[in-house]
Structure formats: structure tokens, C-alpha cells
């Protein structure tokens, strides 16, 4: 399949009609084989399946660390914890990103303890009893040097190093020293997602809850649109959730895609026009369009947006040249194995991530960043799906707590909400297993690649 494809613009866009200009492929992915292997609820609560998982699974896929913005300059470190592990990701003395597991070589002691940072020495310096470590993980100091028998551990005891890598502003690692090159893991993602220039946005919400449920639920919901009607029923309005109107892919890679029109409802769509342009508001007047012409026939809107997003974009700050029209309106939904969603917009991205808990397979921590891609000289900016304005020059906070008791925003937090009530149901013995339709396959191609993995034994890290 050719991931990138050449296409001529062609009317309502107002480019000449000789310009050549490469957008992201919607060809219909070949439906691979599924398994008839049942989903079964203690897949989300049995501590044996928890300890497949984290022996087979996590040692074995790429993951995000943080974003690179995060450490501009050399001793610049984040961390991100992943089951029983932690991780740190540095900027070296040349510039270099690299990533290590965060425990001193001597005895087992967390090296660092904040989630991010800057190595005032220059050095990492365990605590407890004064090891210290290069930017690159070398051992170039420790205490007593004279008194080991074995010799001096300086050079020999350096931090665990895993293969890493960045693409899309995100720093990624691989905890399997002979993990597949990170584009080759992505394919086809990162060559879909390469024009949205994810690397030029800015993280402008940043919420971590830990909730009462396994990661799996988390992916699965994102697997699947079929639950919009009754858990954002707000949606409906502004897109067309049927099945019938949406595009499912399955790549062989693990990761799936769901294209889903935008910009206006559906055919289906049955309430009120006056809902649709009062959810459509801030983006019709942002981008100049007169709701009047389609209150009596809304659906007219994805196209009109699509016109004055292509004839307004470079005076507004925005180079949609590498855009279809279909993605200057419509919801591109990635997902990413094993546990990580992208939903694209021209203008931003909201990313989600759920990650397995130490220690109980009913808990999980969940994080939602949105990532915004400010027009070009503007400091403030509408964040449509967050439902505020953003700033270039504002730090994003992280805001952390228990799920219910932390806002991940209007609609994730609904998404929040179920979770908790399906872990409940998932561990009864009531629950004969999924009986799920045809469009939440992608919930069954998740689980089989799951599968796959586990089937593959343990990882000598």
C-alpha cells in the first residue's frame, strides 16, 4: 500500500490546478485474518495474564518516554514509569537523547526520583551513596574507588541503556536490545501522521488520573466508535458516526485507524440544526463561515469549512498544503500498539496513553496531553476540542489525581466514567465474553496482537 500519495487539487480549493502536493493515503487496508480466540474478562484482572503482559509485552514494544521539548538542553532529563520500571530519557553533553533505566548500578536505588529535571553537576548522583553518572550513562565516579576487590566499577557498572529514538517531537524507547528500528515499528503511522508536523506543536494539556481499571479498557474504548451515541452523544451533531460513513484499517504492524467524517453530521443525524452550529460555533466564526446558508441543511458545513480552511489557511498562519481536503474537517483516529491513540487534527492532536499499574491489574494510570499546532506569529489560540483558548507562552501544567477527581476534559472524562463500571463487570461471573459487531474488529485485532506477543516468550533485556 503507498502510505503518501501524489494528488492534484482539484475545486473548492482555491491552489492552482496544476499543483502537485503529497497527502496522507486513505486506501482501505487489506482485513487481515482473525482469530476466534474469545475475550475473556480475566484477560483484565488475572494477575497471571498481568505477568504475561509485563514479561512478554512491555520489554518488547516502542513507547514515549515524554516530548523532546521537554529537555532542550544537555542534563536535561523526564522520566516515565511503566509497570514495575522506570525510565529516563537525557540529553547528553552532545545533544544526543538517549534512555536508561532509572536504577543505580551499586544497589538497586532509584536514581532519580522527580519526573523531570536538569542535572545541575552535570551528572547523575545516586542518593544513597554518591554514585556518579555521565549524560551518555558512563560510571566516572564513585566512593572508595580502592575498595572494591574485583576493581574499580567506574566504566564497567554504567547505566542500562535501551534502544530509543524520536519521531513526531515524542521520545521513544524500546526495551528489547534487538527491538526493529522505530519506522519500521510505526509503519504506516508515521508516514500518515509525518505532514501534521507533530513535532512543531506544543503539549498545552498535560492530565495523568490512575483509575480503578485495566489499561486494556482504555484501548479497546479507542478501538471503537461504536459506543459515540451513548457516551458523546454531543458528537453527534458534528460528525458522522455510523458505522456505514466510517473507514476501518488493520495494518499487519498491530495498529489500526478509523477515518470518520467531520465538520457536520451525518445522514443519520436527526436533532436539531441549531445544536450543530452551536458546536460548530467557535470554528465557523474562527474560520469565517456563515452558518445561515446550511441551518436548514447542516451537513453542507464539512464542505464549506473545508473551502475556507484552503482559501483562508496562509493568512491565518496555517500551510495546509500537505492536506487533503477530507483531513482539514475530518477525524483521523489512530491507534498506535500497544497503548498509545492519536486523533489528528490540521490545527492539533489530542494523545492518549494508558500505562498497567506496578502492582494490580484492575488499576491503570491514564494520561491525555493535547498537543496544539499554533498558527504561525500567534500567541493565543481556540483549542476546539479542549473547549478553551491556549497559549504559546504558557508552561503547560501537569495536573495529577484519582480518576472522577481530575478533569481530563469534557469529553474524555465520559470516556473516564465507563471504565470504572466495566472493570466491575469484566471480573463477574456473569460475563460469557464479548459479542461485539463487525466494526469493533479492531478490538479483536488489539487483543490478537496481544496474543502474538505474549506467544513469543520472554525478552532477555
Keep these: 500500500m503507498t502510505d503518501i500519495v501524489d494528488r492534484e487539487l482539484t475545486e473548492p480549493t482555491a491552489q492552482p490546478a496544476d499543483v502537485t502536493v503529497r497527502v496522507t ?37 516502542w513507547q514515549v518516554a515524554g516530548r523532546v521539548d521537554q529537555i ?3 542534563g536535561d532529563y523526564v522520566t516515565y514509569e511503566i509497570g514495575r520500571d522506570s525510565m529516563i530519557a537525557v540529553r547528553g553533553d552532545d545533544q544526543r537523547v538517549r534512555v536508561f533505566f532509572n536504577v543505580c548500578q551499586h544497589r538497586g536505588n532509584r536514581l532519580v526520583t522527580a519526573e523531570s529535571g536538569s542535572l545541575a553537576s552535570g551528572e547523575f548522583q545516586c542518593a544513597y551513596h554518591g554514585w556518579r553518572f555521565a549524560t551518555d550513562g558512563t560510571l566516572n565516579w564513585v566512593y572508595d574507588e580502592d575498595d572494591f576487590p574485583q576493581g574499580s566499577p567506574c566504566g564497567k557498572r554504567n547505566l542500562a541503556e535501551v534502544p530509543s529514538d524520536t519521531w513526531g517531537g515524542f521520545i521513544w524507547f524500546n526495551m528489547d536490545p534487538d527491538a526493529a528500528p522505530l519506522r519500521k515499528w510505526l509503519d504506516p503511522v508515521a508516514e500518515h501522521l509525518d505532514p501534521y508536523r507533530m513535532e512543531d506543536m506544543k503539549r498545552t494539556h498535560w492530565v495523568t488520573v490512575e483509575g480503578d ?38 495494518y499487519p ?18 436533532g436539531s440544526s441549531d445544536r450543530t452550529l452551536k458546536s460548530l460555533g467557535p470554528d465557523l466564526e474562527f474560520w469565517e463561515v456563515d452558518p445561515e446558508p446550511h441551518r436548514e441543511d447542516p451537513s453542507g458545513l464539512r464542505v464549506a469549512l473545508q473551502e475556507a480552511k484552503r482559501r483562508l489557511g496562509a493568512e491565518k498562519g496555517y500551510d495546509f498544503s500537505n492536506y487533503s481536503d477530507e483531513q482539514l474537517t475530518d477525524n483521523y483516529h489512530y491507534t498506535v500498539f500497544p497503548n498509545i491513540s492519536f486523533s489528528m487534527k490540521p490545527d492539533g492532536c489530542i494523545w492518549l496513553r494508558s500505562s498497567p499499574h506496578p502492582t494490580d491489574p484492575q488499576r491503570c494510570v491514564f494520561d491525555m496531553w493535547y498537543l496544539t499546532l499554533f498558527p504561525e506569529g500567534s500567541k493565543e489560540y481556540w483549542s ?24 481530563c476534559g469534557p469529553g474524555i472524562d465520559q470516556d473516564v466514567a465507563i471504565w470504572s463500571t466495566q472493570q466491575q463487570g469484566l471480573r463477574s461471573r456473569g460475563f460469557r465474553g464479548e459479542y461485539m459487531p463487525w ?17 513469543m516468550g520472554p525478552v532477555d533485556v
Excluded at 391 to 397: F, G, I, L
Excluded at 439 to 454: A, L, N, S, V, Y
Aim: aromatic content about 10%; overall charge negative.
Design 439 to 455: 466494526q469493533e474488529r479492531r478490538i479483536k485485532w488489539f487483543h490478537d496482537t496481544i496474543d502474538r506477543h505474549i506467544a
Design 253 to 270: 504492524s498491530g495498529h489500526a485507524r478509523m477515518l470518520m467524517p467531520g465538520g457536520g453530521p451525518g445522514p443519520r443525524y436527526a
Design 213 to 250: 481499571f485495566n489499561w486494556k479498557c482504555v484501548q479497546d474504548n479507542f478501538n471503537e466508535s461504536y459506543h459515540l451515541p451513548y457516551v458523546h452523544p454531543q458528537t453527534l451533531p458534528v460528525m458522522d458516526e455510523h458505522h456505514s460513513g466510517c473507514q476501518f484499517d488493520l
Design 25 to 61: 493515503s486513505r486506501d482501505k487496508a487489506p482485513e487481515p485474518d482473525l482469530t476466534d480466540a474469545p475475550i475473556t474478562g480475566d484477560r483484565y484482572w488475572s494477575p497471571e495474564f498481568a505477568r504475561a503482559e509485563a514479561d512478554r509485552l512491555w520489554p518488547r514494544v
Design 384 to 407: 476546539n476540542s479542549m473547549r478553551e483558548w491556549v497559549s504559546v507562552d504558557h508552561q503547560v501544567e501537569h495536573r495529577a489525581g484519582i480518576a472522577g477527581e481530575v478533569s
Design 72 to 74: 532542550p538542553e544537555p
